[in-house]
């Protein structure tokens, strides 16, 4: 019979504790003498798992960065009101920095990191659709060039100084569906081609650039699969996600991204949802749903493989925000114990 070393080439390490990064191991066998066991490190499928809730229950918020440095701002709470509070994430907890200089919610949020990203857009109370943009470069907002439309519930993609917004909620009431869609160069906004449907309540890709990006879902009137596909250029439409929605978020790229959470009507009834979409660049597939079903979370942060859904709305009825916060990954490593029976 073959020994481990003869199979697998190598010795089996003894450990003191489990190795630090389990990616880098994955299939590798070793002792564990803190705790007198033998461990293996398995790779499993994606899952949502619960993270560090957010200071304060909002819905509507707009963030940007990653899943260890985020910016979590603005947005709704209950009472209606709208905040211009601002939080980073490091990974482990949140820390209050400086405000936004306009409490709004329903902005759209780009930027790579948690350091410098921009916000545009957005809706104050009382109602009234937003044209401010606003920069932050990792100590304090500062107001930047005003979009053409004003807009809420946009989509936004790209860094400070390559950003492209697109949809949203406009000024007619009832509210429509805008199909403009602008380009920040870093000092002004252009506007471009717009998008084949007019739509609002976000669904995007955020972690996109503005010349790459998607328009997932959205409404109204009816709530849409549509997608669609920027490729510097113009719009085309691409494969549907499964399941029409609204007010979903998204993270990740053209070629590879993840949206979930959400809003249906069935019946005449809002329901939030917990389903995740994962895009391979040609098509969606349905993978892990979330553990708290959710509407209007935080404009996303991170990528197809590690992201965040930040607080959210979690009930049919409006005055539900929550602070929960679940994070993404994909796949999921872990060091297992070896049993015998």
């Not at 701002?73 to 009101?81: I, Y």
């Not at 997608?227 to 719009?235: D, F, I, K, L, Y």
């Not at 979690?314 to 993404?328: F, K, M, S």
Request: aromatic share 8%; with cysteine.
């Amino acid at each position: 019979m073959g020994t481990y070393k003869g199979i697998q080439g190598f010795m089996v390490e003894n450990l003191a504790s489990d190795p630090g990064t389990l990616s880098e191991v994955v299939g590798k066998l070793w002792y564990n003498s803190g705790s007198n066991v033998w461990k293996v490190c398995k790779e499993s499928t994606a899952a949502w798992a619960s993270g560090t809730n957010v200071p304060v229950a909002t819905t509507r918020a707009v963030g940007f960065g990653s899943t260890t440095g985020a910016m979590f701002a603005t947005g709704q709470l209950v009472p209606l009101a709208d905040t211009s509070e601002s939080y980073i994430f490091n990974g482990t907890a949140w820390t209050d920095v400086a405000n936004v200089n306009l409490a709004r919610r329903g902005a759209a949020g780009m930027g790579a990191s948690s350091t410098s990203g921009i916000i545009a857009g957005g809706l104050t109370t009382p109602a009234a659709h937003v044209v401010k943009t606003e920069i932050w470069n990792g100590e304090s907002w500062a107001e930047a060039a005003d979009l053409n439309t004003g807009r809420s519930g946009n989509n936004g993609a790209g860094i400070v100084t390559a950003a492209i917004t697109f949809g949203g909620e406009g000024t007619p009431n009832p509210p429509t569906g805008l199909d403009q869609t602008e380009i920040y160069n870093g000092t002004s906004w252009t506007d471009v081609n717009t998008l084949n449907q007019g739509r609002m309540e976000f669904g995007s890709a955020n972690a996109g650039t503005t010349t790459a990006t998607l328009c997932i879902g959205g409404t109204p009137p009816q709530f849409y699969d549509l997608t669609e596909e920027w490729n510097g250029t113009a719009w085309t439409e691409v494969n549907d996600i499964n399941t029409a929605r609204a007010n979903l978020v998204g993270a990740g790229t053209v070629t590879s991204c993840i949206v979930y959470a959400g809003k249906t009507r069935p019946g005449g009834t809002v329901t939030p949802m917990a389903l995740t979409e994962s895009w391979n660049g040609t098509s969606w597939t349905e993978v892990a749903d979330l553990a708290t079903a959710r509407k209007d979370p935080c404009q996303s942060n991170g990528t197809s493989t590690a992201a965040l859904a930040l607080a959210g709305d979690d009930l049919p009825a409006p005055g539900t925000n929550i602070v929960n916060v679940e994070e993404w990954s994909d796949p999921v490593y872990a060091a297992a114990t070896v049993t015998t029976s």
